[in-house]
């Protein structure tokens, strides 16, 4: 988490990699900090690849994940595809949406102004 404050995706990245080398198993925790710097360091597409990793490999997803991918998708003008990981959280039912997606979704829509959502 430290890189990631930091700026440093690329140690984090050499990081996720060396665990995996090891035969360490990552957790939504891991990718929840991979995701969250991606999208803080402005790179939704690393961001996107790490959720598809997360998706291909059976990690169980949770809100905070989803809502940091949402947020990420939204600061990148990518809104129709926030709102398609918000509406299969209502449909999928495994994370739900919390008081921090709903503000997430309400502030980019706005932004877009795009009030009949």
Same mark, same amino acid.
Do not use: H
């Given at each position: 988490? /430290? =890189?990631?404050?930091? #700026?440093?995706?690329? !140690?984090?990245?050499? *990081?996720? &990699?060396? @665990?995996?080398?090891? %035969?360490?198993?990552?957790?939504?925790?891991?990718?929840?900090?991979?995701?969250? /710097? =991606?999208?803080?360091? #402005?790179?939704?597409? !690393?961001?996107?690849? *790490?959720? &598809?990793? @997360?998706?291909?490999? %059976?990690?169980?997803?949770?809100?905070?994940?989803?809502?940091?991918?949402?947020? /990420?998708?939204?600061?990148? #003008?990518?809104?129709?595809?926030?709102?398609?990981?918000?509406?299969? @959280?209502?449909?999928? %039912?495994?994370?739900?949406?919390?008081?921090?997606?709903?503000?997430?979704?309400?502030?980019?829509?706005?932004?877009?102004?795009?009030?009949?959502?």
């Amino acid at each position: 988490k /430290g =890189y990631s404050r930091a #700026g440093r995706m690329d !140690k984090c990245l050499e *990081v996720y &990699e060396n @665990m995996r080398e090891k %035969g360490f198993v990552p957790t939504q925790v891991t990718y929840g900090i991979l995701l969250d /710097g =991606y999208i803080n360091d #402005g790179q939704v597409e !690393k961001a996107a690849w *790490v959720f &598809e990793v @997360m998706v291909q490999e %059976g990690c169980p997803m949770n809100t905070v994940l989803l809502t940091t991918l949402m947020k /990420g998708l939204a600061q990148a #003008g990518r809104i129709d595809q926030a709102m398609e990981i918000y509406k299969r @959280m209502l449909i999928d %039912g495994e994370a739900m949406p919390d008081l921090v997606t709903f503000s997430v979704l309400i502030k980019a829509n706005c932004k877009a102004e795009r009030q009949d959502v």
